[in-house]
């Protein structure tokens, strides 16, 4: 008897820790979601920190936050697709030079349509609610 009551126990334990494995995989997934991908103290594009007291966050119409370099770099991309310049000031922002951007943005738009995704608010939930019961 003493037998089947150890192996209850075992078999409790381990779905205990599978249970805490898996809800700190939630939260580990959120964390690294927003402190890596929507850090507004950092340039979206080359992760550069933000000096928010100074010029260089720029004032253009951008979708995300850019550091100086970047932002110019976005608008001449914008300025391009859009055909308003047809030479670029840098000869290395070549055709090549237009597709990582080009690709940077498709990237960014699906991890936005990720995080409006049912199953990632679902996550938020679930990690919000983990996170009351324990405070």
Request: proline letters at 1%.
């Amino acid at each position: 008897m003493g037998e089947i009551i150890e192996f209850g126990k075992r078999a409790q334990d381990l779905k205990t820790l599978r249970d805490d494995g898996i809800r700190q995989r939630k939260i580990d997934a959120l964390k690294k979601f927003f402190q890596c991908t929507r850090c507004f103290l950092r340039c979206a594009k080359c992760g550069t920190q933000l000096d928010m007291g100074t010029e260089e966050v720029t004032r253009i119409a951008a979708p995300y936050p850019f550091c100086r370099n970047c932002s110019e770099e976005y608008q001449e991309y914008k300025e391009r697709v859009a055909g308003d310049q047809q030479q670029t000031k840098c000869y290395w922002h070549n055709d090549s030079w237009m597709k990582v951007w080009q690709s940077w943005l498709e990237h960014q738009k699906r991890l936005d349509e990720y995080r409006q995704s049912k199953e990632f608010l679902q996550l938020l939930q679930e990690v919000e609610a983990l996170l009351g019961s324990t405070h």
